[in-house]
């Protein structure tokens, strides 16, 4: 089985990021939307198993949670 690999694989990793960006310019939010979702499927099904999507999925709702303050 395969794990979800999380160092960067990039040559570019800003680059990559300008294309994603320059991608949306110009779509509406519905169309960008519907644009990342076709993303996703055709990236999912480039992993091609379940587990290894299930443990991107679980990492990207985790970024997602909102940080608590520390107290100091």
Do not use: C, F
Request: glycine share 2%; hydrophobic share 40%; charged share 25%.
């Amino acid at each position: 089985m395969t794990t979800l690999t999380t160092e960067s694989r990039l040559a570019d990793p800003d680059q990559t990021y300008r294309t994603l960006i320059e991608a949306h310019r110009g779509l509406s939010d519905e169309d960008s939307a519907a644009l990342n979702s076709r993303l996703v499927l055709i990236l999912a099904n480039h992993i091609g198993e379940h587990a290894v999507l299930q443990e991107a999925i679980a990492l990207a709702k985790q970024s997602m949670e909102p940080v608590e303050p520390t107290s100091e």
